[in-house]
């Protein structure tokens, strides 16, 4: 049996879109001071415009990808792209959040813990960047699940 993975692009676009406002509001308002600390780096300075584009375009082409292969994977585990009944136990909102806990525990955790074990950040930043990590995920999941 051959499976239809059906991608819908205006969901991967949706959780682009709110993940780049989930980052702007994550590293701005809610945690910015904080994060820029524990970085180490001086909030009286702004950074060159270069720097900022240039930041702003690798982490949308990040969003892409990290929406656009989830969408994949989610579809893969998904029963009907395999032509089989949905599962009545599992309703959307909880497919959405499994596969972002699942996806955040296998791929992401290990990355974040990693990065703490050699590179020492301060388990404030740890929390910050992995909470975030997980947060983008769900807001991914959610778009590809219920659109």
């Known amino acids: 049996m051959q499976p239809n993975i059906d991608i819908n692009f205006t969901a991967i676009l949706v959780a682009v879109v709110a993940n780049f406002f989930l980052g702007f509001l994550w590293y ?9 600390k524990e970085l180490g780096l001086n909030t009286d300075q702004k950074p060159p415009a270069s720097v900022f584009i240039k930041g702003l375009v690798l982490m949308i082409v990040g969003q892409f990808l990290m929406a656009w292969v989830f969408a994949h994977n989610i579809a893969v585990w998904n029963p009907e792209t395999w ?21 955040w525990i296998g791929f ?7 990065r703490m074990a050699w590179e020492n950040p301060s388990f404030k930043l740890f929390g910050i960047n992995t909470v ?16």
């Open 28 to 36: 701005t308002p809610l945690f910015g001071k904080l994060w820029a």
């Open 83 to 103: 032509g089989l009944a949905a599962s009545a136990e599992m309703a959307k909102g909880k497919m959405a959040f499994m596969a972002a806990v699942f996806t």
């Open 108 to 114: 992401y955790l290990p990355s974040d813990l990693s």
């Open 132 to 147: 975030y990590h997980f947060l983008t995920l769900l807001v991914a999941s959610l778009a590809i699940n219920f659109m």
